[in-house]
């Protein structure tokens, strides 16, 4: 079959960028590859594990009220049927009788096949579950569910986590973890995978007070993008409408970005009532409840939820800091990372690999790096090395000259005005330090 022509020109130069730099890989890539799934590489393992950590810092370190779990991918599949997974978690699929596509019902406009104009099969409900048997008999009774998202690994925890932290309502847990959907059509690079992390977190409420903390987390979720150096105007809020709404959900925001394929939901914020304590109740047979001293009363918390995608959050910020530009005749591509979450915050090199510039430039190499993750680089013309640093979005190269060797000073070269400035080598980790603020 003739390979499809490309739509979307951004997202190719963002594809090919990824993979000539090391950011992501198609999985198993020498056998063919394995239908939306990505590998991290160097660069790319080390961005991701950034907005990680930046999402970590703002939703638990930076807080006294929100806790950390990290759950099992695989839970008793009771908690599938208590969720609603197993009954409703399905998106209705439709094939092409003529080309055999496949399509999911509700992201058509017609009624014809979107790639060939054939005729469709009624809609049917499928799935989105990946399912594995636990032990060596593969039966009905030893089926285990890769979890499709990571909130009920914190419903069910709810008390073992009340107890030791002694927090009190309002409170939250938060977690960042691996979920499987067997997307009916996944796609647009990591935008939509079939194994991707998310990072939420379930915020417990007083019934009364949902409201509140549903606004205040929608203005906490929108300003931890702006942190993170998003463009302000490239985002949106995105009401769910009664017809949109899950059925666990009273009320839903989405956070959307828009890429060169649209306006995509990026992250979920969603009053969740007390539908997941109150089916695990019933389910399990346990008191899902909370004692609140204050009005001395037992009662089942209500949860406002926010649910990002760290894959997802990562192309956002992979597309928002994709630039070319046009330098001195020639064209330069750069990803202007915000400084703190670039995958390596400086670069080191001497300007030639002689007359003791590679000793002096090691030696800063090795003193910063205990502090930042920094690359040393003596291969090539500087300027072929500054073109690197700019595709891998290094906010600052220091580079040792002529003139390090009489008055210890370097330049430290700014990625996006490309202004040079001299610094002494002993002011360069409190100067990165600063930047990276
Ligand atoms: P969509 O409508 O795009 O399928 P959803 O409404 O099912 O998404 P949620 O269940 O609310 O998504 O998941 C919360 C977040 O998890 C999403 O905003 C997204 O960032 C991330 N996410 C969900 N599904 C995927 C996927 N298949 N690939 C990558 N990230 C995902």
């Not at 979720?221 to 009401?239: Q, T, V």
């Amino acid at each position: 079959m003739a390979k499809k022509k490309s739509v979307d020109p951004l997202m190719d130069k963002i594809v090919s960028l990824c993979k000539r730099r090391g950011f992501v890989f198609q999985s198993s890539e020498i056998y063919g590859g394995l239908g939306s799934c990505w590998d991290y590489g160097p660069l790319g393992v080390e961005l991701k594990n950034n907005i990680k950590r930046s999402w970590w810092e703002a939703m638990t370190h930076r807080r006294d009220d929100i806790e950390g779990v990290d759950a099992a991918i695989l839970m008793h599949p009771d908690v599938w049927v208590a969720s609603g997974h197993v009954e409703g978690f399905t998106d209705p699929l439709v094939d092409c009788k003529q080309c055999n596509h496949r399509f999911r019902a509700d992201d058509l406009n017609a009624d014809k096949c979107p790639d060939c104009g054939g005729e469709l099969t009624m809609p049917r409900m499928f799935n989105l579950m990946f399912k594995t048997f636990m032990g060596p008999v593969e039966d009905e009774s030893s089926v285990v569910y890769m979890r499709p998202e990571t909130a009920q690994g914190i419903y069910v925890n709810f008390h073992n986590v009340l107890q030791p932290s002694r927090q009190k309502l309002p409170f939250g847990i938060a977690q960042i973890g691996k979920a499987f959907r067997n997307e009916i059509t996944p796609g647009n690079f990591i935008f939509r995978t079939r194994e991707f992390e998310q990072m939420e977190m379930q915020y417990f409420v007083r019934p009364d007070e949902d409201q509140k903390w549903f606004d205040y987390w929608k203005e906490q979720r929108w300003d931890w993008y702006l942190e993170l150096g998003i463009k302000k105007e490239k985002l949106r809020w995105h009401e769910h409408g009664i017809d949109e709404l899950a059925h666990y959900a009273k009320t839903a925001f989405d956070i959307e970005y828009e890429f060169s394929f649209g306006w995509k939901e990026i992250e979920g914020i969603h009053n969740r009532t007390d539908f997941d304590l109150s089916k695990h109740a019933e389910k399990s047979g346990k008191d899902m409840r909370y004692f609140d001293q204050e009005k001395n009363e037992k009662y089942l918390p209500y949860i406002i939820e926010t649910s990002a995608g760290a894959d997802r959050t990562t192309l956002v910020v992979l597309a928002d800091a994709f630039h070319e530009e046009e330098v001195r005749g020639e064209q330069r591509t750069v990803l202007k990372f915000a400084p703190n979450i670039a995958p390596i915050n400086a670069a080191v090199f001497p300007l030639v690999k002689k007359e003791g510039m590679p000793e002096v430039a090691e030696k800063i190499y090795h003193d910063l790096k205990k502090h930042y993750k920094v690359l040393y680089d003596d291969g090539g013309a500087v300027g072929r090395r500054y073109r690197r640093m700019d595709e891998a979005g290094t906010p600052y190269c220091i580079t040792v000259d002529g003139q390090t060797l009489e008055d210890d000073t370097v330049t430290v070269r700014e990625r996006d005005s490309m202004e040079q400035t001299r610094h002494k080598i002993a002011e360069l980790v409190e100067l990165i330090g600063e930047r990276l603020k």
